[in-house]
Each structure stands twice: as C-alpha cells, then as structure tokens.
C-alpha cells in the first residue's frame, strides 16, 4: 500500500513540475511574442539579404550559428504550445516524419529525385554526411504544422470532413513553399539547375506533393484533432511562427521582385487575420512598452 501511496505521489510531482515548467515556457512566450514574431524575422530578412548582396563579409555572412538560433526561437511559440499534446504516440509519428524528412532530401540531392536537380549553396548549420542539414527536421515540419493548424482553423465546420480537410492541408504545405523557395533562391540558399517560377521548376513543388502528402498524413495520425483543436483554440500564440514565416520570406519576396510569391505570403495574412486572434490589440498586448502605459 505504501508503494502504491508511493508511486501516485511520485507521479503527481511529475505532472506538476511538467504544468509549472509549461506554465513558465507559456509566460515567457506571451511576454516577448512581438520579439520572437517581428522582430526575429525582420532581423533575419535584413542579415540575410545584406548576406546575399554582399554586404555582410566574413562569419557574419550567412552565419549558420544565427540561422540555426533565430530559426529556433521563430519556431519556439509553435513548439511550445503544441507541446501539451505531444505525447508517446504523437512524439513516435513525428519521428517518423524526421526519418522521412532526412531520407526524402538525401534521395533528392543524390537523385535529383522528386524535387528537380538542386544543391545547397552553403552550409545551413552542421551537414548530414556532408549533403543535407542536420536542423533540416526543424526548417520543414514545423511548417507542416503551421499549414495544418492554419487549415482547421480557416476550414470552420469543414475540417470535419476528411476529404476536404487533409487536401487543404496538403495544398496549404505546398503554398508555404510557394513562397519559402523563390526567396530561399534569391538570397542563396540553393539552387537549381534548371527553374521557370522565380528560378524554380516545377517538379520542386510536385516533390512537395508528395513529401506534403506524406506529411500531413502522419500529422493526421499523430494528434487527436479535436484535443488539438482546442489546445490551438485556447494558445493565442501557437501560430506566431507562421507569422514569422509570412514576415520573413514575403518581405524577402518583395524585396527581390518575386510578386506572385509575396502574393501568397499574403493569403497566408489573410488567413491569419481570419481567425481573429491578429489585430491591433494583439500587437498592443504583444508589445511590452505600451502595456506599461
């Protein structure tokens, strides 16, 4: 009886240790989101196009230890409220989609094969075997995420239903390439041998059909919708790295002239803005000078 009384205890100061470490996590989002969702990316869009154009030399071109670290803390309100929901289940789909992240972008360097014959044209943080970036699980699921969220919460009462919801999805995790990989092109990040859209083919985003595919099927399987409905419904910052995203690769975007990109980093605003958790006061309580007032 003892070791029972025992065991419930122990158990208890888990799950109260994890609450209070999850509620400091949670504290410190809110406290600095227009920092992480803003900020970051304006900071990210400047070095990198100075990057780009040569006007930053030496280490601080394309610095791989900045990448990696701004990447992170864009991502970090996404991983922080997705959190509660990640359990051993969830946490076993998610690493197969990091086995498939690796394999599928081993296949397409060595291959060519589904993305269209491309290259890293520098070093996005430490190389897998020299090829593909160690953090590459960190650049793409997260955005698989973002566009899945993103899709429940535009779909309405039409998330319901499989057909619609998880080709939506997919068609969402497409779009996001649409404008991550003209301005990934601009700014040097890779490239292609041969491309029509912004010096991109279209067997990059065929490619992204089916590694979008095979993605948002294994999000599907990872999470209880509707256990995950609710926690994006109640964590007011959980999409403040798609935030970043539309920031960072729309400006680039528009900046380089890409106007069909940038147009779709708009739609994604307007998604955002249609789920009524983006307005002025949003940025009123995200902002830490004027709520002093």
């Known amino acids: 009886m003892d070791n029972t009384n025992t065991r419930a205890h122990d158990h208890d100061d888990r799950n109260s240790t994890r609450a209070n470490i999850q ?20 900071v990210g869009a400047v070095t990198l196009v100075a990057s ?15 990448i990696l670290f701004g990447t992170a803390v864009m991502r970090s309100p996404l991983l922080v409220g997705l ?36 290259e890293y044209t520098i070093q996005l943080g430490p190389m897998l075997f020299g090829e593909v970036p160690i953090a590459l699980p ?4 997260p955005l698989v995420l973002n566009a899945y969220l993103l899709t429940l919460l535009v779909l309405g009462d039409w998330r319901d239903r499989l057909f619609v919801r998880v080709p939506v999805a997919i068609a969402a995790v497409v779009a996001v390439d649409v404008v991550l990989d003209p301005a990934a092109v601009a700014i040097g990040f890779w490239e292609f041998d041969s491309g029509g859209f ?87 309580t995200a902002i830490p000078s004027i709520n002093m007032r």
């Open 23 to 42: 509620h400091r996590l949670e504290q410190i989002i809110r406290e600095n989101r227009f920092t992480i969702a803003v900020v970051f990316p304006f």
């Open 52 to 66: 780009a154009e040569g006007w930053l030399t030496g280490p601080l071109a394309y610095n791989p230890l900045f």
């Open 83 to 118: 959190l509660p929901r990640i359990g051993w289940w969830a946490l076993g789909c998610l690493g197969v989609l990091t086995i498939y992240t690796y394999a599928i972008e081993m296949i397409g360097v060595r291959t060519d094969w589904p993305y269209g014959a491309f």
């Open 138 to 141: 960190l650049f793409f699921i």
């Open 198 to 284: 912004y010096g991109v083919p279209l067997s990059n985003y065929l490619g992204w059909v089916l590694s979008g595919t095979v993605a948002i099927l294994l999000v599907e399987l990872a999470f209880d919708r509707e256990a995950l409905l609710e926690r994006v419904e109640e964590c007011v910052f959980i999409l403040d790295d798609l935030v970043s995203f539309v920031l960072l690769w729309g400006a680039i975007n528009l900046l380089y002239g890409n106007w069909i990109a940038a147009g779709v980093a708009g739609l994604f605003c307007l998604g955002l803005f249609s789920t009524d958790r983006y307005d002025w006061e949003m940025v009123r």
